[in-house]
């Protein structure tokens, strides 16, 4: 959004979030120009566009380093029904590949010419989605209905910091709202060590706060046990690290099934099998 700054502080937030969602998404040169006027027809795409989303739950979100400060929903996420082998087979990703690890790595290599590593990715105003963003030569488009979930379940924001960037990973991977996201929804996994590239791991508090969310960008690669804690090594993907995008190779970050330093990890996957 080439005219953030000159946008009255007050507004910034809001403006931040519809255009993130892709609500209101501004004009061609990239300006958002709030002080202009809008028309009836311009209103009137504004409501449609509201009206894909369902009314968001809980209150207000605050991502930040140390994490995010609302308490995710203690329930489980609901089981959803998996594809038909038949079904599962005619499930393609954004680039119209099968839905393998394979091809999901590929595509995080496309999303890494779009935001390689260092790239201002934090709270404000430089890390928000934006729909019209292209990777590999396709549109990101509107939240998926699978990454509003994520944001309803932990009551964090997908839209901008750590979660906004993971759900932009996850739908260049497996789709947006309006490009055949809706073909691919959450489920929980049962083990962290199930990790696959492209899966959505939120890291949780024993206090019951959600601290971090970032993307796998492998499978597990090694373990080892720790005071009886296995530790499963991934490379990951991340936004909101230091206020910036960060690709942690083989070997730098673990996750784990049970809780170790007061720490614990939910994983999310797409995938249909």
Known sequence: MADYSSIPGQYQDAVKNVYALGIITGYSDGSFSGTN????GQAAIVIQRMAQY??????????????????????PVESTPEP???????????????????????IIDEILQVYPSGTPWGKDNTGFRNPNVKIGGRELGLMSGAVMRIGSITRASMQSACGGFAGVVSDAIFGGKNNGGENFPIRQLDSVSQVRPGDIIVKMGTD??????????????KTDTVNGVTRYYISTYEGNNNDKVSYNDYGVKYVTDGVYRDIYYVVYTRYPD
């Open 37 to 40: 006027i809008m028309n009836r």
């Open 54 to 75: 369902a009314p968001a739950t809980g209150g207000e979100h605050n991502q930040f380093d140390g994490g995010m400060e609302q308490k995710p929903e203690s329930k």
């Open 84 to 106: 038909t082998p038949e079904e599962a087979a005619a499930l393609t990703l954004r680039d119209g590949s099968a839905p393998t690890p394979e091809n999901a790595l590929k």
């Open 208 to 221: 019951g706060i959600a601290k971090h969310i970032l993307t796998a960008a492998s499978e597990v690669n």
